[in-house]
């Protein structure tokens, strides 16, 4: 089982930098279509990270011998509430897409609010074979699921 983990500066440069991280990290591991999901919801939990939480934030990955992946990004901001993913109803908005983003590409996400402080958008990615007691990183919480990050 492969586990990184890396911290970000809460500074707009770090979306990149989280995408490339995770993006090296899943590369050899995953379908290159796999892999492009992944990317794109780090970029979104990362992004929303720093608008909302305004604070550093730390990407883990894990992947499983089987190609399950958990992407994780923690944050310092236990105020916010998740909130569930939902289109804007402005259609003009430039925000408030990226969690039905995750939503759609990933294969489950939620929040986790760590008794270390903080708390933990995951997103979960079904691997070559069928899901079940081999996911990355433990099975999601079914109690977290289908909540986001505001």
Do not use: Y
């Amino acid at each position: 089982m492969l586990h990184l983990q890396r911290s970000f500066d809460p500074t707009p440069r770090s979306v990149a930098q989280a995408r490339g991280f995770v993006g090296s990290a899943v590369a050899c591991h995953l379908d290159p279509s796999r892999s492009d999901d992944i990317r794109i919801c780090v970029s979104e939990l990362a992004s929303n990270a720093l608008l909302h939480a305004e604070s550093s934030f730390t990407v883990r990955i894990c992947v499983d011998r089987h190609g399950c992946v958990r992407l994780e990004v923690h944050d310092q901001d236990r105020n916010k509430a998740p909130a569930k993913a939902h289109l804007p109803h402005d259609q003009q908005a430039t925000t408030g897409r990226g969690m039905v983003i995750v939503e759609q590409l990933a294969d489950d996400w939620g929040v986790e609010l760590p008794a270390t402080g903080g708390k933990c958008v995951w997103s979960h990615f079904a691997g070559r074979q069928a899901a079940g007691a081999h996911n990355a990183c433990g099975t999601p919480s079914p109690a977290h699921a289908g909540t986001a990050a505001g």
